[in-house]
């Protein structure tokens, strides 16, 4: 049934418009560019034609089957009626992205159950309303103008907000940030949730990590069941609102007083497996780590870093974020001696060996040696944005490095933001996560260790 | 009375919380070890029944609708011959019915004075979403200040009852602090599986404290249960 969302054969747009700027319009838009090939239908009785494609009066005037409706009509009555038309058409998937609906009560959450009892009725799923249904490579329900094609890649992001999953969206297309497969906004949830999509993307080959941000939780009883089974194969990043205890609840018993829902969500993260997120930013960001790094099978970390403050503050976050650093092997130190006139400890300061041989030279024969050291599951590189930093990235030198030994790495980027973000967050981040903060880098660290530890002593 | 008469009869009553012996009842079917506990509608049976179950007793007063017993001057331990068991039961009476003049009591309970151990709590909750809830942790001020707590979803799996347990911060008491007996922590794990299997097939409850549960070096026993029963 999820298919019919994501692999529709036809799709038609009821309260598609001419008009640029329209969100009809923009629905229309983003389908014809992206790689749909199946049949586009746009509806409205008052136009022949949108982007070269023949508008119909009603969904019953078109001729083949509709596979998947998307609705863009500027009241919940008017939506309803168009439900009814489903219904009549036999279309059995629809995307509601108008709002107006449960989210501002009152007649909105009447006609929301109208169109749930018609969908019931009729065997027809829901998404939304309120929301701004799929991005992907073969097609675009946002209604957010993209700019770019969608990624063909591994990681799903689901959000319950409309306008910030399809803004979100937009951005990691457009900057190539996070190699994206579908970003989905399922909005008020009428029909379509969480559960849906994570049974759904579970079974998915080509989706590595999924990573989501919910307001409310569906049915969690579901979740749990569900989020343990897909945990268990992939990665799935957390990110839940309302995460504070709103007042005391009214309880009978010590048990009932004490357990908030915030407390519950919290717990079903941590008991299915799921990995925590406190911020649209480490939605993403994790969900970069995880689907372009390895997982590691230990904790154990190597930092390298051209300045030896910068290694004191890494060494205390990997300790409060549950990260070791390790002594490196007798043999390695000795290699890495040779190369610095000094004795190399852990973290690594690079600094005397780049004053001797450059930048790109010392990366590339002490990085290397350091994390290929058998006491070391991954490594914290640490990079300040000057000229010679460039080089290095211009190279590719670090992307060779981490492909060839095949541990997890994560870099963080200090000093240089305003001449060489572009270069570093960018270019860089292109291929490899790369942190603003080194705060932010080792969280991330810690989460890609936790998930294969564990994922490793699953392992029968 | 099996689990389903005594919520039939808290039906009928249209009641939904129940008294300490039917809480206990129910644990027990569950194969949850609670202390003996009876209940003594007279003076005459107290005296009896502690002469039966053996002293040291613990008299309680047996009223669903006092739910501070021992603010209400309801609870006498630890007493040690017939003497102290007609003195205890008057003064419950006499505290309660003044505190409470309305409240229906039914008598007063009698129960072994359990050796007293580490103290622990271990409830149930119902989410709306999540469904039914385990909660564990040290009893007393950790529970009532500190909130040091573990949580997990029913039902749980064998390694989510220890991760609980491992996960409270106090959870080096339960190792044996400075001498003490350390906690039989298998055994409350197998009470916090038993109680999952319970719940599971139990919608009926809404709520549930063990609190205290005694833990001892082999074993543990509830001390004192309360169970909320779902509005109909």
Known sequence: MMELFFKPKSVAVVGASGTPGKLGYVIVKNIADSDFDGEVYPVNPKSDEILGYKVYKSLTEIPGEVDLVVTALPTPKITAAAMEECAKKGVKAVIIESAGFAEIGGEGKVIQQQIVDIAKKNNIRVMGPNCSGIVSRNIVTSIYPMTKKVSRGNVVLIGQSGLLAAGMASDIVENESLSVNKVCSIGNKCDVNENDLLEYFGEQDDVDVISMYLENVSDGKNLTRIAKKVAAEKPVIFLNGGRTDAGAKAAMSHTGSIASNSKIVKTAIQQTGMIQADDFGEMKDFAKVFSTQPLPKGNRIAVITLAGSVGVVVSDLCAEHGLELPKLTPDTMEILKDKFDTPVSNPVDLFFSVTKIGFTKTLETTFPDALKDPNIDAAVLILAGFEYTQEAVQKKIIQKIVAEVGKPVVVCMIVGYNKYKNVITDELGKDLPVFPSLISGVKALSKLCEYGIRKHQNQP | ?232
């Open chain 2, 1 to 232: 009375m099996t689990v389903n008469e005594i919520i039939s009869l808290a039906r009928k009553e249209k009641r939904t919380v129940l008294t300490e012996i039917e809480a206990k009842q129910i644990l027990q079917e569950a194969g949850i070890s609670c202390t003996e506990t009876k209940l003594a509608p007279t003076r005459e049976q107290a005296v009896s029944l502690s002469n039966e179950i053996g002293y040291p007793v613990v008299l309680k007063v047996s009223s669903v609708d006092i739910t501070h017993k021992s603010d209400a001057g309801g609870v006498k331990v630890n007493l040690k011959d017939q003497a102290a068991v007609e003195t205890a039961y008057d003064e419950i009476m006499n505290s309660c019915r003044g505190q409470f003049p309305d409240a229906n009591i039914e008598g007063i309970s009698v129960q072994g004075m359990a050796k007293s151990g580490i103290e622990v709590i271990i409830g149930m909750t119902k989410d709306p979403s999540f469904g039914p809830v385990l909660m564990f942790g040290l009893g007393g001020v950790f529970v009532e200040v500190l909130k040091d707590v573990a949580f997990r979803i029913v039902p749980l799996e064998k390694s989510d009852a220890n991760q609980m347990i491992n996960e409270i911060q106090g959870k080096k008491l339960l190792e044996g602090y400075r001498g003490q007996d350390p906690a039989d922590i298998p055994f409350l794990e197998d009470m916090l599986l038993k109680l999952s299997a319970f719940v599971d097939k139990t919608p009926e409850i809404k709520e549930i404290d063990m609190n205290p549960v005694f833990a001892y070096k082999e074993g543990a026993v509830v001390v004192d249960a309360r169970i909320i029963l779902d509005d109909e």
